[in-house]
Nanobody, 118 residues
């Protein structure tokens, strides 16, 4: 059974930085793409950044956030700099079309809270 575990969230002042990590337990043979999504109170979940054959960022985080991955560890990171109060949300990692012993499916982490104070 594959599970994704996020870490690195917390409370930070505006202008500060945080680094999120997402690690997978269990055996994963391949992953099509990895990504970070976030959901603020009262809002829909939105894509923040994805990394596969290329990287993609939401316009609101371009130039401030950087996504990276360690394929050997099946881990994805999100470096967040120049944080703003509007970045406050629960952040979720996603492994798109991960191939495991159970077949191919998407996986989601449980979420980690990021709070940016003004």
């Amino acid at each position: 059974q594959v599970q994704l575990v996020e870490s690195g969230g917390g409370l930070v002042q505006a202008g500060g930085s945080l680094r999120l990590s997402c690690a997978a337990s269990g055996t994963i043979f391949s992953i099509n793409a990895m990504g970070w999504f976030r959901q603020a109170p009262g809002k829909q979940r939105e894509m923040v950044a994805t990394i596969g054959g290329s990287t993609n960022y939401a316009d609101s985080v371009k130039g401030r956030f950087t996504i990276s991955r360690d394929n050997a560890k099946n881990t994805v990171y999100l470096q967040m700099n120049s944080l703003k109060p509007e970045d406050t949300a629960v952040y979720y990692c996603n492994y798109n079309r991960a191939r495991t012993y159970a077949g191919v499916r998407d996986y989601w982490g449980q979420g980690t809270q990021v709070t940016v104070s003004s």
